[in-house]
């Protein structure tokens, strides 16, 4: 996560974002599930979610989000 340019940083942030669905600037699982149900299968989301939401609270943190998608 150190080795990313502010460019890529930025980028993430805006990514990061668009799951924010009441723009409190934290992801909550629900906000994410809606998203990514979009694209994926149901089983898939809770799949991903697993993966992303390390720590298993009910938000994606930024650090977890850095760590899964630009890490
Ligand atoms: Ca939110
Ligand atoms: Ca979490």
């Known amino acids: ?5 502010q460019q ?14 009441n723009d409190n600037g934290r992801v909550s699982v629900e906000e ?3 998203v990514m149900i979009q ?7 809770e799949s991903l979610l697993t993966l992303v939401n390390r720590d298993g609270d009910d938000e994606i943190s930024w650090e977890e989000f850095l760590a899964e998608f630009y890490g």
């Open 8 to 21: 890529q940083l930025e980028n993430a942030r805006a990514d990061f974002l668009e799951y924010d669905a």
């Open 39 to 45: 694209y994926l299968s149901a089983g898939s989301v």
């Open 1 to 5: 996560m150190g080795s990313l340019t």
């Open 32 to 34: 994410f599930t809606l």
